[in-house]
């Protein structure tokens, strides 16, 4: 009964307690046999068990007292797992990730269970020299000399740092003084970048007025002549040009700006020039597939790249690398008294990673991250995202072929994009989107959904290494199918 709390005798909850702590080896050995037969039945079935949010609510019943009561918690363990998205079933399509790999797994439970944090070499030894070496490993395949690295909580914040670098090397004065007395800083960035870029003009103060959109081309990329009359425009009134985005790999259509235009205006017109590869950064595994999307990638000043995307690590896994700038990050992010935790005296000082984040607390993300390299090698993963692409090519083609489906815009590199077609008089976003919501409550697939030109499209990305053209087939003749089955109904007619 609401308002009414339960006082349970000092010696029943010192039992429970105890009986906990008895029994904590038995109580993780359960733990790993569910975790165990999750993972075992990860692709079987339907990707989703659905409930409406108020079905799903009455069953978890979160309400429910469990003071030293483990089956009660391993109930909800259960009916977390349950009705849980499987995101290593090959029904999961809508995001840039799914199923992380076992490699990455085994190191994400060993962090857990010893529970550090890696911010200083005395308090995270292993995983500190294990950061600074796929940092050094990373900033070599990029191609970055007399640089540096941090791993970070994901592209969105790789993108506010490099950003805010960028504004602490224009505006000198800015990180002790603010920006009080400056012309306004301008950032210009793709009018399909990642909205992270909107979030970080108004975390750093720049303020989203001066967060410029550039227009694309027929194919989403940045327009370098649009660019260079924007960059004039603002310099002729007064503002100061700082840092420009080049999105590699944008979210919806899997477009790259093209870099060596953007290049030659940094040259002209003095901006930090920053590669957002969140998505397409996976180029860089494979010798061809840089040349083909990401020449000059090692002109950059600044580039993020999401390691649990293509290359499929455990969530989250992001590095951002800094070009000739060694030192810029400890410059950025530290501030304030911190000497309780970092000691310049101590000899392993250099090696401590707090002190360039803009975190203190910091996850252990290198483990699962050195793990998943050592184990599938650079090739091994540059094999993945070529599969990838040879998918993604695949999938365009049997668009292509289906009368039922369009594409809505020509395949890009990775994205594919694409419309169930209807007939004169039916809505087609609205019929789309029922479209993709049917599947999803079914348990069949879920796929992503945006927005190209105000027109709905289905957006389908593959990040299953071990897909084939049977999945791909599947999942189109799936959604074919339950498309029909709409259109005959009432509504639709």
Not at 48 to 63: Q, S, T
Not at 215 to 236: F, I, N, S, W
Not at 313 to 329: D, K, P
Request: overall charge negative; some cysteine.
């Amino acid at each position: 009964m609401s308002g009414i709390i339960i006082v349970y005798p000092y010696a029943t909850i010192v039992t429970r307690i105890s009986e906990q702590f008895m029994n904590e080896e038995e109580i993780f050995q359960r733990l790993l046999a569910l975790v165990g037969q999750y993972h075992a039945e990860r692709k079987r079935g339907k990707f989703l068990n659905y409930l409406e949010p108020d079905a799903l609510a009455a069953e978890l019943a979160l309400e429910k007292s469990a003071t030293g009561d483990w089956q009660q918690l391993f109930a909800w363990m259960e009916q977390y797992l349950q009705h849980s998205v499987k995101t290593g079933h090959p029904g999961f399509l809508n995001r840039m990730w799914s199923g992380a790999n076992l490699p990455s797994i085994a190191g994400e439970i060993i962090t857990a269970v010893s529970n550090t944090s890696a911010c200083t070499y005395e308090g995270a030894p292993v995983s500190t020299l294990m950061e600074h070496f796929m940092l050094d490993t990373m900033l070599d395949l990029a191609g970055f000399e007399g640089g540096e690295g941090q791993m970070t909580s994901g592209s969105s914040s790789g993108n506010m740092i490099a950003m805010l670098a960028a504004r602490n090397r224009v505006a000198e004065t800015s990180k002790q003084d603010g920006l009080f007395a400056q012309p306004p800083l301008v950032a210009f960035v793709s009018a399909d970048s990642h909205y992270s870029l909107d979030k970080a003009a108004n975390i750093l103060g720049i303020g989203a007025r001066q967060l410029v959109k550039v227009p694309v081309d027929e194919r989403g990329r940045m327009q370098a002549k649009a660019l260079e009359q924007l960059l004039q425009q603002h310099q002729q009134a007064g503002n100061r040009p700082f840092f420009v985005c080049a999105t590699l790999g944008t979210t919806v259509r899997g477009a790259f700006d093209p870099l060596p235009p953007l290049i030659a205006l940094r040259e002209q017109y003095g901006f930090w020039l920053h590669g957002d590869g969140a998505w397409g950064g996976a180029a860089l595994l494979d010798d061809e597939l840089r040349q083909q999307y990401l020449a000059g990638v090692e002109q950059l000043d600044s580039f993020t790249w999401d390691f649990h995307k293509m290359a499929g690590a455990n969530l989250m896994c992001n590095v951002l690398l800094f070009n000739h700038r060694r030192g810029t990050l400890r410059c950025v992010c530290s501030a304030g008294e911190h000497s309780y935790l970092f000691r310049e005296e101590d000899e392993s000082a250099e090696l401590d990673t707090g002190t360039a984040s803009l975190q203190c607390g910091r996850r252990v993300d290198s483990l699962k991250w050195f793990l998943d390299w050592k184990y599938f090698g650079k090739e091994g993963l540059a094999q993945r995202v070529r599969h990838y692409l040879a998918l993604s090519k695949y999938a365009e083609q049997l668009v292509n072929r289906t009368p039922e489906l369009e594409m809505s815009v020509p395949r890009e590199s990775f994205n594919i994009c694409f419309r169930f077609q209807v007939p004169q008089g039916v809505a087609s976003n609205e019929f789309n989107l029922a479209l993709r919501n049917r599947l999803f409550r079914r348990g069949i697939s879920l796929v992503g959904i945006a927005y190209i030109d105000e027109r709905l499209t289905l957006r389908l990305l593959f990040t299953h290494p071990d897909f084939s053209h049977a999945e791909v087939d599947q999942f189109f003749s799936s959604l074919v199918a339950t498309g029909k089955e709409l259109l005959n109904e009432p509504l639709h007619r």
